[in-house]
């Protein structure tokens, strides 16, 4: 999810925890409980971020190389294509997780 989706939707849900604040402690109470849960559910999102972009940059730095190789180097080629094969799988891992961390928030919210 991009970064300003993430941000409208934590405003969205401060502007109701905000409506609903007038309506007595506890719909007060399990809007703030609501938020903090889709907060911590949303930490393992954040801490994927860096590692996503460390492992693409190895990423196109392999193609980069692979580019610059001749047809006489295809060894060396098929060792790079592996490689960005496996980085192309370590994203995706990283990229279920973000995806796990994100539905994870979406509920812990909708259920308070």
Do not use: W
């Not at 934590?10 to 402690?25: D, K, Q, R």
């Amino acid at each position: 999810m991009p970064l300003h989706k993430k941000t409208a939707v934590t405003y969205t849900a401060l502007g109701a925890a905000l409506l609903l604040g007038g309506c007595g402690g506890s719909s007060e109470e399990q809007m703030q409980n609501s938020l903090e849960g889709a907060a911590e559910a949303e930490e393992e999102f954040a801490e994927q971020q860096q590692p996503m972009m460390d492992l693409h940059e190895e990423e196109q730095s392999l193609f980069a190389s692979m580019q610059e190789l001749s047809v006489e180097e295809m060894e060396e080629i098929e060792s790079q294509s592996e490689e960005a094969v496996s980085l192309a799988e370590d994203r995706e891992e990283h990229l279920e997780t973000e995806k796990e961390s994100i539905e994870s928030a979406y509920e812990e919210f909708q259920q308070g």
